[in-house]
């Protein structure tokens, strides 16, 4: 999406060397997929969909330029800037040049696009992006830009040359001649239309639940002193470039008394991954040294903080659900419950409800939905697929306003 306006530069190349195309169908055509991630974006954050998601494929690209052509040629037939361009520039429209133009526009931006985007699918329905890093992530760019200058350039001398164009525009004859009308109705319908619809996509979506339920523990944590959890994330992508996974190992390493009652103490080992000549931030070497302890209640969880000195814990998410490993409130989940969490020193709230069960690689989980918010404000939204049984998370995926931000999974126990 910010790559929106770059799409700008290759019509203006088509358009120079081509200059028999319907210049409204190829721009419009050229952005309009783009529509799909604004939406997303702004009406439906947090939601996981992807924002180059079926407008992101060349069947996609179809359906949007035949709307586009057709609605372009309509506006230019009624406004009577057909007329004028033609009488002008000698530039005649048909029905057909004017899809055809659109259809340019917005294959090439699906073309442009695929080599940068993990979330396209080009062949949707078929999911997966073959195009994926054919090309530097930088490719595109330089090919926009390269296209913007090079068809300025020619447009420029075409129209120098061009006495008896420059002759025949008259730009006040011309504006008085369009049909103001119809072109302001058509604006006044596109307004309500696409503001009407967005409007009501936003309010229907709205989530107005009551998550008022009682989170009541029903199992107790089944650690076992030497027991090892170890998740991977996926590659996690910084600018363009995937840049490195995570590995998470937690070693339970025995039990220890705190001030009375006993604790499980989980070693917790956290390392990057750098992924191979993604060296553009000038770190080659894998990081490996985040350790951390954490203190679980052996009878029912509770948490009481991560330190590296047992001396001292900062108690700075006192569910911790940052570490998705294991969280105490995984002992209470059951059907259909609904509940909110507020962890006052930490300014975070969480509201949470139980989706139902669901099976990742033969494991019976419960599927969560977690908003987290901080001072009030939604943060992201998380899915966790806990073991029923064993009250562990098998994965996590967390949710940003820009669609998946990562997941983790767990990989052996
Ligand atoms: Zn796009």
Redesign the pocket.
Known sequence: ?P??PF?FGITLLLFAVLPFLDPLSLFVGAVI??I??ITIVFIFPYSGLP??GPF?SFLGAIVLGVITGGTSYLFLKHSGLRNILDETLSMSFTLKKSIASALLGTFS?II??APL?RDMSPFWPLTGNLFLNVVSPFTPYLICVISFITGLAILLIRFRHSEQFINRLNFTNSVSRLNWRFVTSFFLIMFVVIGGAAVSLFFLFQENENFSGTLLINKQPQFEVGQKFFYRTNNISVGFSEYYYAEDIFTVNGTREINGPEYYEVIRNYSFHFIEDHVIYGITDDVSNLVENFYYNVENGTCIGKTVNPGSYSNEDSYATDVAFFAPWMLGLEENLKWEMNDEDSYRSYKSKVLGREKVSSISCFKVKMQVFYKGNLREVRNYWIDCERRIMIEEEVLGRFGVDHYKYLVET
Do not use: A, C, V
């Open positions: 999406m790559f929106t799409h997929p783009d799909e991630g924002l180059h992101h931006h442009l696009d985007y």
